[in-house]
Nanobody
Framework: DVQLQASGGGLVQAGGSLSLSCEAS????????IGWFRQAPGKGREGVSC????????YYADSVKGRFTISSDDAKNTVYLQMNSLKPEDTAVYYC??????????????????WGQGTLVTVSS
């Protein structure tokens, strides 16, 4: 079974940084996309960023572009989300998810079959 383990959340002051990790196990398909999503209290789920396993293409939502960086370490089956210049509005539970067989980057949540358990990021003002 595919399992995703998200970690790295915490409490940080506005302007600070955090790095999230998403460790994947049980993935047997060559191509897939890993996406990061977030859900703030009382709000819907938002696609934040995505990376394609096939060619490393990345995608960022406008709300995080220039502040967040997604990367992957294939040897460790881990995808990272480096978050800089954090804002209070970045406060949310962050989830990583896998879309198997995908060769494109996207944040259509319904296409992602596997989800991690979420990690809480709190940014204080």
């Amino acid at each position: 079974d595919v399992q995703l383990q998200a970690s790295g959340g915490g409490l940080v002051q506005a302007g600070g940084s955090l790095s999230l990790s998403c460790e994947a196990s049980g993935i047997t398909f060559d191509d897939y996309a890993i996406g990061w999503f977030r859900q703030a209290p009382g709000k819907g789920r938002e696609g934040v960023s995505c990376i394609s396993r096939s060619d490393g293409t990345t995608y960022y939502a406008d709300s995080v572009k220039g502040r967040f960086t997604i990367s992957s370490d294939d040897a460790k089956n881990t995808v990272y989300l480096q978050m800089n210049s954090l804002k209070p509005e970045d406060t949310a539970v962050y989830y990583c998810a896998a879309d198997p067989f995908s060769t494109v980057v996207h944040t259509t949540a319904s296409a992602y079959d596997y989800w991690g358990q979420g990690t809480l990021v709190t940014v204080s003002s």
